[in-house]
């Protein structure tokens, strides 16, 4: 029988433009435009431009130094997209669009290309998904992620994608949160597994090979990496289930969890006509276990102004506050001058966060980042659920994600919610609530990506035409994508 990465991969390898549904094919073009926006803002950034002095520009020579640079510039600052499971664009766009550009590729082979990468990489994720590692901290998604965007834009045969995936799992990657949360360490985040990633595709071409059963061996990656392993998610009805379409945008920076209550504070402050410091007494923002358990980890880095920015993207009281002072929160907020502004830090110290059980079913009940991973492993989540949630919320999460799982992945969604209620000087009270936030998985995402990504891109400085043009990109030719990739980076 065949092992489930050797499932996985030979249907990767044949994937072709005509076996993707519209839908997908429509996703992948807005997850494109949005990951190109992510590394732009990647670039902008003081730490972004060091990353280019020592590792060179975004399109080089090498394809592989690309891919490097292009994963490491837009995963940091927690713009970039992610999916069940993971954070999958920083290496199934930079992949693909690194090596499309060196290679001339046409349009129809890129997008093919990261469409196939997502499958892979979101699949192998999800297979460890009850475990240790998640969101960020997960980097073997870009082990997957960046094998498979390469090897499908070279063409290669399937048994080479078998010996890529066997050696670049030989010794995966793990981060340490101490470097991830308080140094530049986290701008090696998928920097470092990508170009593992490209030394085992070498290898593979040169005739080296890892083992097949890698995944599901008793002394192989899930058996490490997973307190639950599910090796079945790796090749789950392939074809069928496109994980490309759980895919949630990063409208702002920040995460996990925190995008609603940041949501919630931009439309709080227009309700109140830009409120200043001296007019809010507190703010309390009520979310779920996840929001809260990522805070506690960031918290003790974030002591004022001069917090990492790793931590400070992970923190719930400043973007909120940020947001709510100045109606968004933007790349710009965590970095000098105006993440010295007291006022911001001011308003941060009376933001208090409170569990809400009710956005603890609504994450659990839905498909990112965990539910669909609890439902699959049934009762035998139940140690990774008390682990992470403790006795009695290990109970509640059991029994919202307990149920039918969905034959695919068309009405997934990411419920990651919160409420936020404003306590003002003189004593009245005002309060936004969000389930899902905006980009996220979910109904207002399906019928409105491609205007979100295009605000985004727009956002940092991407160029109109080439926004306009994405929707073209499946139908371009080498000459005119080489083009279209070099402005949209421009």
């Not at 435009?33 to 990647?42: D, F, N, P």
């Not at 003081?46 to 592989?64: I, N, S, Y």
């Not at 006022?343 to 941060?348: G, M, N, S």
């Not at 009695?392 to 029994?399: E, F, G, N, P, V």
Request: glycine share 8%; hydrophobic share 45%.
């Amino acid at each position: 029988m065949p092992t489930v990465l050797e499932d996985l991969c030979h249907w990767a390898a044949e994937l072709r433009a005509e076996d993707i549904p519209d839908r997908v094919r429509d996703l992948a073009g807005s997850q494109l435009l949005s990951q190109l926006a992510s590394i732009r803002a990647g670039a902008a950034h003081p730490l972004g431009r060091r990353m280019t002095d020592a590792f060179g520009p975004p399109f080089q020579p090498d394809a592989r130094a690309s891919a490097g640079v292009l994963s490491g510039l837009g995963s940091w600052l927690n713009l970039d997209d992610t999916a069940y499971a993971g954070h999958l664009s920083n290496s199934t766009v930079a992949v693909p669009v690194a090596f499309a550009h060196a290679l001339g590729l046409s349009g129809e082979a890129l997008m093919t290309s990261v469409v196939a990468a997502n499958e892979c990489a979101a699949r192998v994720t999800a297979a460890a998904t009850l475990g240790p590692l998640r969101g960020h901290s997960a980097v073997h998604t870009h082990l997957a992620g960046a094998v498979c965007g390469r090897l499908h834009c070279e063409g290669a045969d399937r048994s080479l994608w078998v010996a890529a995936l066997g050696l670049a799992f030989a010794m995966p990657n793990r981060p340490l949160m101490r470097a991830f949360l308080a140094s530049d360490g986290r701008l090696f985040n998928s920097l470092t597994p990508v170009r593992t990633a490209m030394d085992a595709c070498d290898a593979a071409r040169a005739g080296l090979s890892g083992p097949a059963d890698i995944m599901e061996h008793p002394d192989g990656f899930l058996a490490h990496f997973a307190t639950v392993p599910l090796p079945t998610a790796v090749n789950a009805a392939l074809g069928t289930r496109w994980h490309t379409e759980t895919l949630s945008f990063k409208m702002h920076p920040g995460g996990p969890g925190i995008d609603a209550a940041v949501d919630c504070a931009a439309d709080l402050h227009h309700e109140l006509g830009s409120p200043r410091p001296d007019d809010i007494a507190e703010v309390v923002v009520e979310t779920s276990l996840y929001t809260l358990l990522a805070g506690r980890t960031a918290e003790r880095y974030v002591t004022g102004p001069d917090a990492p920015p790793g931590a400070l993207v992970l923190h719930t009281p400043y973007p909120v506050a940020t947001a709510l002072l100045t109606g968004e929160l933007t790349v710009a907020d965590l970095t000098a001058p105006r993440v010295r502004e007291r006022e911001r830090w001011q308003v941060a110290r009376r933001v208090r966060l409170v569990h809400d059980e009710a956005f603890t079913r609504a994450l659990f009940a839905s498909e990112a980042p965990f539910g669909e991973a609890v439902r699959h492993a049934g009762d035998a989540a139940v140690p990774w659920l008390r682990d992470f949630a403790g006795l009695r919320l290990a109970a509640i999460a059991a029994d919202a994600a307990a149920g039918h799982r969905a034959p695919d992945f068309s009405g997934a969604t990411k419920a990651t919610g919160a409420r936020v209620t404003v306590r003002l000087a003189g004593g009245r009270t005002h309060s936004a609530e969000r389930l899902i936030p905006l980009g996220a998985a979910g109904p207002h995402t399906r019928a409105h990506h491609a205007e979100l990504t295009r605000e985004k891109f727009l956002a940092h400085g991407g160029d109109k035409d080439v926004a306009a043009a994405v929707g073209e990109v499946a139908g371009m030719p080498p000459r005119q994508l080489r083009e279209w990739l070099t402005a949209a980076l421009r």
